[in-house]
């Protein structure tokens, strides 16, 4: 008995079903009126209401209803166990169609989260993209049958479409006037003054609740457009390989995303623009980004996997080569959420050698130990909720780069991305100050960019730091100098053009003394 797992009840309520259940198991569990039940868990990645579901059918063995008694004597006239046969997909969501004229049915695959589709047709070559984009806007899905490559572009015909019809409302008329781009009116200067220490030189003079509407509205049209371009399927067989004509290798691609195909794979159907995706993920992969802040090349390349935050904009990165130290010897250092590994890198090639670096998610931090090992830095990496356990020490210096966007991730790849509540941020800057060792320095780079789209305001921002008994010790800005910075037809160009990206540095602000 005492292997009996440690779940309370309350925990088994709320549905915290996660990935260490991810194969079939039989739990019993131990409910405060010594009643015991026996719960088989039959899979993880399930959306809530299938888990919801599927406990609500866990409950196959209940020991009859009892006086409080031992545990031990509950066991004892607890049925013995029946094997309870178990197809291999039951252990994850399944897509069903019909084709010629039986019922099929596999693993569907989203990495973004997407529900499998409940309409499913065959389609091939003779589809014209208006049936096609007409389907998939009605919500049926599109199985692929003809040649891969007339798919790939029947998917770009599709996204034509759907940006054309962004442009127009419903009676196809155009919108007046993109909100972002006329409410934003303020100029923003670099500097690294005086100004910068208040932090109130950038705040940008925009209507935050038009600029803010302006941003969700553009985020439901990408939504809507990923659900239409995610209609068309592709299968793939238990190797990942596609049975279409002209259908490319995409074997490791897909590994690289999926994970190796496990001994026991089924055939799975996932989206051609997932796949597309994953291809896409493989290239950066195998050919890396040349990160400037790291030196010369060819020993200067970052390798993003898939799924994890990529540091093409590499002027964030820069900052941290131009901010002077902390003044001190052998400086201990933390790089919180260190995603490919980038930040704990940069600081490595600056001279700094005792450096812990953390992620919550685990594809980052294999991402970020192939990265430092090829790029022969020593960091020590750990899986944690932002600051290393406390026996770790304090230290001198502890960087953070959190996603840029207090918004509602809208599937898990988007994590890295956007931060839903400021929750990361707001978790470094109140966890800082037991964190830092004396005279230590936290460096915070952030954007603006949710100034400019009214998500936060710089003096909500200055006010969470001073809440967190931090103070600025300086900044140092920079403009982006990316493609989409410049590029116009962005529907948040306007705000990318007034984008600053800024390393703050913080430090505990010394108590009063009375
Ligand atoms: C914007 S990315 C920055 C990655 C990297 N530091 C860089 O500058 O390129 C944010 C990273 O924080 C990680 N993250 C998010 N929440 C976290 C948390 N609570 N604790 C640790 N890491 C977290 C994400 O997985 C992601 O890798």
């Not at 866990?58 to 066991?75: I, T, V, Y």
């Not at 450096?355 to 192939?370: F, G, H, K, N």
């Not at 966890?431 to 400019?452: Q, Y």
């Amino acid at each position: 008995m005492g292997l009996l797992p440690k779940i309370s009840p309350m925990s088994l309520l709320g549905l915290p079903l996660n990935t260490q259940y991810s194969t079939l198991a039989s739990l019993a569990v131990k409910l405060p009126v010594t009643t015991l039940f026996r719960l088989t868990v039959t899979g993880a990645n399930m959306p809530v209401q299938s888990k919801r579901q599927a406990l609500g059918t866990l409950f196959d063995g209940r020991a009859p209803k009892q006086p409080a008694r031992s545990l031990n004597s509950l066991w004892a006239t607890m049925p013995a166990m029946q094997p309870i046969p178990i197809s291999p997909t039951a252990l994850f969501p399944t897509i069903e169609w019909q084709e010629a004229g039986q019922p099929c049915t596999a693993r569907w695959r989203s990495e973004r989260g997407a529900a499998p589709p409940k309409k499913v047709v065959l389609a091939d070559d003779t589809m014209t993209a208006d049936v096609a984009y007409r389907l998939a806007c009605e919500g049926t899905a599109l199985l692929w049958r003809g040649d891969f490559q007339n798919a790939r572009q029947m998917l770009q015909a599709m996204a034509r479409r759907s940006d054309e019809s962004g442009k127009t409302d419903k009676r196809g008329r155009k919108p007046k006037v993109n909100p972002l781009a006329s409410k934003i009116v303020a100029d923003c200067s670099i500097d690294t003054g005086a100004a910068a220490v208040s932090g109130m030189d950038s705040a940008p003079a925009i209507d935050p609740a038009e600029a803010a509407k302006g941003f969700h509205m553009h985020r439901q049209a990408q939504a809507q457009r990923a659900r239409v371009l995610g209609m068309v399927l592709i299968n793939f067989d238990t190797d990942y390989a596609m049975a279409l004509r002209r259908a490319p290798d995409a074997r490791q691609a897909c590994a690289e995303g999926w994970g190796p195909p496990a001994a026991d794979e089924t055939a799975c159907v996932a989206s051609l623009r997932e796949l597309l995706g994953l291809i896409s993920a493989h290239e950066w992969r195998k050919n890396g980004i040349e990160i400037a802040a790291l030196g010369a090349a060819p020993n200067n390349r970052i390798y993003p996997h898939y799924g994890v935050f990529s540091p093409q904009r590499g002027e964030y990165v820069s900052l941290l080569v131009k901010m002077p130290l902390p003044k001190g010897e052998d400086l201990t250092v933390f790089d919180i959420g260190t995603g490919t590994g980038v930040l704990a890198a940069v600081l490595a090639r600056r001279g700094l050698s005792h450096i812990v670096a953390t992620d919550l998610d685990p594809r980052a931090l294999v991402c970020a130990q192939e990265n430092l090992q090829r790029l022969q830095v020593d960091v020590e990496l750990l899986q944690a909720n932002l600051f290393p356990p406390i026996e770790k020490g304090l230290a001198d210096l502890i960087v953070c780069n959190p996603p840029w966007l207090p918004a509602r991730p809208s599937s898990p790849l988007e994590h890295a991305v956007y931060d839903e509540g400021s929750s990361m941020l707001l978790g470094y800057l109140n966890g800082l100050a037991a964190h830092l060792a004396p005279d230590g320095e936290g460096w915070l780079v952030l954007s603006d960019l949710a100034e400019h789209l009214g998500l936060r305001t710089r003096a909500e921002l200055l006010a969470a730091i001073k809440a967190a008994g931090l103070q600025v010790a300086g900044r140092m800005d920079t403009k982006p100098a990316h493609a989409k910075a410049s590029d116009a037809t962005d529907p948040l160009h306007a705000a990318r053009t007034k984008e600053i990206t800024s390393l703050w540095r913080l430090k505990v602000k010394p108590a009063k003394v009375s």
